[in-house]
């Protein structure tokens, strides 16, 4: 499947015509909110979507996601990986949609939320909305903080509690990033998240 | 796989619960909703002068709020063609052979004067708009236990109705709540004492049995320090073409240590309008359990709700939805995290066949309030045909940074490759799918009392009509 980087745009409406991977890098500060959507409208595609960003101090992001099945034997995986620093926020509406004849639809979204900082907020709305039979769809979300053990491990090695986080988010975000197939968007992504 | 010759577990509702008698109230209010109506719900029941003020208010408010805008579909409700307040028979009784040979004779068919006599505690009947019959343990009298009806409540033990009454849910809460708040009528009041537990439980049955009925009961429980008790209710009504509504007010006071579990298994006929409003205050370190099944009615939108205010409280929803031609479940639970190591669980499940619709609809709170929350929310859905539907509309909002919140949420049809495994072992199909429907609200009727986990086991078994292969 080969990868593509979303420009950062407030209304992101795609049809997809072949099998793609479409990642998004939120830039970490305040933005308008952002819409990104798939609808399925060609038989047989299989699509995913990779968002990620790191809230930096203060800032907030708003973004609502939607996967829409118009035609059957479509596939669809949405990812939003978030981390949040000091006083940063999350706002995050990610729908599924199935149409009445869009059998064998298969879609599933996935959030993960992980809290690095004190005074955040994350506000998580994962919806379906599902007319027709003989489909699959889930999804799941969490929220949680950085594992107090993983980084009195890595203290216990020599890193400073500091560079132990930073380990931690890194690999929150590698687990996603290493999915992209296409290197130089993979490598985009990697550094997207970074800063 | 012919899933549409699914057969409907509802199909026997007509004759099993659907039955109606003929009317012969002792009272009845005239049809539609005013401000005289409700003086005269006041007025019949005798009551003390705040709470008629109390129903006034509630009506105001009533009057300025907007029907929902989200949710099922309310715009077919005509809330001028309904009667806020048939009142059955003179009083309450306290034998089964003094109730009216008409009441007497429904009960007697839903069974209710057997299942007191075999595994209950305590026994609320309600007929329209009153509680008909009433009954408990005298060992559990002795204990303090109070098992009355809201209105005896109101006249027997006027100080703690007044100062637990309207408190977790204010009658401006919501559209339905203010209807209630302003027409309520019969409904049970609990009170366990400190640390008394009542090990059988106590049971409610509401009956709608007047055509265009409007049932409004009132409930108010209230859990001690250290106590436990389970409430039972259960709710049906005769199949009628004009539309009934019911909506209650349910209010529990978990006081700290103690665990109140309540149960409801509602069966409404496919004609009544279930707007329910259900919610809990749970102090420190007690534990509210909602087992909720929504089998009946036309269209129910009901989320139990905890209200986590004490540290370490914890509340569980585990919440059944059924859905079959034109029946609407718009259900789900909330829980609010207020106090520092609160955890609660939902667990919801849901079907819907023959053009029904389920929705989950749900919220996590975690207040800044409240460190160290968990939450976990598992809702799944089986759809068994293309002309049903199903939605999730879960909310988790999260002002802490240190809480752990976790949700799941899948939607399937019954897998042919768990339907051909079964058959290849020598299953039917309709045993097969029989068999993965009941492991999929396994989860829920295990924590039903035996006798309703067998009634809604057998309810939800689905049958084929004409074998396959």
């Known amino acids: 499947m080969k990868s593509l980087l979303l420009e950062q745009n407030k209304n992101i409406s795609i049809s997809p015509v072949e099998d793609t991977q479409y990642v998004y890098v939120l830039p970490g500060v305040s933005t308008e909110p952002t819409n990104l959507e798939l609808n ?16 930096h101090e203060g800032q907030s992001v708003e973004l609502t996601t939607i996967s829409r099945h118009l035609v059957p034997n479509t596939s669809c995986v949405t990812n939003y990986y978030v981390a949040l620093e000091d006083g940063s926020s999350s706002n995050y509406v990610g729908k599924i949609i199935i149409a009445k004849k869009a059998f064998q639809t298969n879609s599933y979204l996935n959030n993960k939320t992980l809290v690095i900082g004190e005074g955040t907020k994350n506000i998580t709305r994962p919806i379906l909305e599902i007319e027709a039979d003989d489909v699959k769809a889930s999804h799941g979300a969490t929220t949680g903080r950085v594992r107090g053990d993983d980084i009195y491990y890595l203290t216990s090695r020599g890193l400073t509690k500091k560079e132990a986080e930073e380990l931690v988010v890194e690999g929150f975000f590698e687990s996603m990033v290493e999915k992209i197939e296409t290197g130089d968007v993979r490598e985009k992504a990697r550094a997207g998240v970074k800063s | 796989m012919k899933n549409n010759q699914l057969k409907d577990i509802r199909e026997t509702y007509a004759t099993k619960f659907g039955f109606n008698m003929p009317e012969a109230p002792f009272s009845k209010a005239q049809m539609g909703l005013s401000e005289d109506v409700v003086r005269e719900i006041s007025k019949n029941k005798g009551e003390p002068e705040w709470m008629l003020e109390y129903r006034l208010k509630a009506y105001e408010a009533f009057k300025q709020k907007p029907m929902p805008s989200w949710g099922a579909d309310l715009s077919h409700i005509d809330l001028q063609n309904i009667y806020y307040y048939i009142k059955p028979t003179g009083a309450e009784k306290r034998t089964w052979e003094d109730v009216p040979e008409n009441i007497k004779t429904t009960f007697d068919r839903l069974g209710v004067p057997q299942a007191e006599r075999e595994y209950l505690s305590g026994v609320k009947a309600q007929y329209d708009s009153e509680v008909v019959y009433s009954s408990l343990m005298d060992e559990l009298e002795e204990e303090g236990v109070i098992f009355l009806s809201t209105d005896e409540a109101l006249r027997k033990h006027p100080e703690i109705f007044k100062e637990y009454f309207g408190k977790v849910i204010p009658y401006a809460d919501n559209k339905f709540s203010a209807l209630n708040s302003a027409v309520w009528s019969g409904g ?28 409004f009961e009132r409930t108010l429980i209230i859990a001690e320090e250290g106590s436990f008790a389970h409430y039972v209710e259960g ?13 209650a007010v349910v209010e529990v006071i978990v006081k700290p240590g103690a665990r109140f579990r309540y149960t409801t298994i509602q069966n409404w006929s496919d004609n009544v309008y279930n707007l329910v409003t259900k919610r809990a205050r749970v102090e420190k370190d007690a534990v509210m359990e909602w087992v909720d099944g929504n089998l009946g009615s036309k269209v129910t939108m009901k989320y139990p ?17 059924y859905a079959s031609k034109g029946q609407h479940q718009d259900a789900g639970a909330k829980m609010i995290h207020a106090a520092p190591n609160t955890s609660s669980s939902i667990v919801s499940k849901s079907v819907s066949l023959r053009g029904g619709r389920t929705s989950y609809r749900g919220l996590v709170d975690v207040a800044l309030s409240a460190p160290n929350a968990r939450a976990r929310v598992e809702c799944d859905a089986l759809i068994l045909d293309s002309i049903s539907a199903t939605d999730t509309f879960p909310t988790m909002r999260i002002n802490e940074s240190s809480a752990n919140v976790e949700h799941e949420a899948t939607v399937s049809k019954i897998g042919e490759e768990k ?28 924590e039903l009392p035996m006798e309703y986990a067998v009634e809604l086991n057998r309810l939800i078994e689905l049958e084929m009509e004409g074998s396959v292969g």
Request: net charge neutral.
């Open chain 2, 235 to 247: 709710c049906t009504a005769p199949v009628y073409s004009s539309d009934s509504l019911h909506a």
């Open chain 1, 40 to 55: 399925f409208e060609k038989e047989g595609v299989t699509c995913e979507i990779i968002v990620l960003g790191k809230m």
């Open chain 2, 419 to 446: 339907l051909f495994y079964l058959m290849s072992r020598g299953l039917t199909e309709s045993e097969a799918m029989g068999l993965i429907v009941s492991g999929f609200i396994e989860p829920i009727v295990r």
């Open chain 2, 305 to 321: 709700s905890c209200y986590l205010i004490g540290e370490g409280a914890r509340g569980e929803v585990l919440s059944i939805a």
């Open chain 2, 188 to 215: 049970s009041f609990v009170y366990i004492p400190k640390g008394v537990s009542v090990k059988r439980p106590l049971q409610a049955y509401f009956r709608i049995n007047a055509q265009n009925m409007g049932q």
